[in-house]
């Protein structure tokens, strides 16, 4: 069964700090990984995409890493603000027959306190 | 920035009642979805559609969902009799390609319906 499995829970850390969520997923076959940023009570907001070939992706602050081998993913935030207070969602997709199956994993509530 | 709007923004219903969830996706993207959220679970994927039909569903989707795109910007949801498990947010995304599955969904801010 696809799987998509997130940690820690939930993170509170120091405005201004760095901070590192991890993914883990079972998805097969796997096309891309994604990380959204979803506010309390809002639609999810795509940080990066990445698929087999790619081990890396930035996005100003956030940085994904992937390690399809192991099938683990990363999103470290550098220099928190207290904005990024949010889930982070890891979304996993496969392709097969040429349909997309999506897994969305529980996400990491992230709060960043001053 | 164009994005996608979602009507209304909550939803109240008793149970065994015809909801419809309007959508309006980015007027360039091709490819809609619908997701829902119960509340404290994650995000679960509904349906895709492109070119006027449905590309891919998944197991929630059965037959008391349906989805249409009456007009050329509408995108709609249907659940035919809903249950006190159908309260949940519901999600609608467009995408402008699929493009191998790493086209950039556009999510809008959702439509909480409440099943009582």
């Known amino acids: 069964k696809n799987q998509v499995e997130q940690s820690p829970q939930s993170l509170i850390i120091l405005e201004g700090k760095n901070c590192t969520l991890q993914c883990n997923y079972t998805v097969s076959p796997f096309s891309n990984l994604r990380w959204y940023k979803q506010d309390t009570g809002r639609g999810p907001v795509s940080l990066t995409i990445?698929?087999?070939?790619?081990n890396t992706k930035s996005n100003g602050r956030y940085t994904a890493t992937l390690d399809a081998d192991t099938k683990q993913s990363s999103l470290h935030i550098t220099a928190s603000q207290l904005s990024d207070s949010a889930s982070y969602i890891c979304v996993v997709s496969g392709l097969s027959g040429g349909y997309q199956k999506v897994t969305f994993g529980i996400g990491t509530k992230l709060q960043v306190i001053p | 920035e164009p994005e996608v709007t979602q009507t209304p923004s909550h939803q109240v219903t008793q149970m065994g009642q015809e909801v419809i969830l309007r959508c309006v996706p980015i007027?360039?993207?091709?490819?809609f979805y619908w997701y829902r959220q119960i509340l404290g679970q994650k995000v679960e994927f509904l349906v895709s559609?492109?070119?006027?039909?449905?590309?891919?569903k998944s197991e929630i989707f059965d037959d008391q969902f349906s989805v249409e795109r009456p007009d050329g910007s509408n995108f709609t949801l249907k659940i035919r009799s809903t249950k006190l498990e159908d309260s949940a947010m519901y999600f609608c995304?467009?995408?402008?390609?699929?493009?191998?599955?790493?086209?950039?969904?556009?999510f809008g801010p959702g439509t909480r319906l409440t099943v009582l």
């Open positions: 007027s360039n993207h091709l490819y």
């Open positions: 559609f492109y070119n006027n039909e449905i590309s891919e």
């Open positions: 995304a467009s995408s402008e390609r699929l493009a191998g599955g790493i086209d950039t969904q556009y």
């Open positions: 990445m698929t087999f070939s790619e």
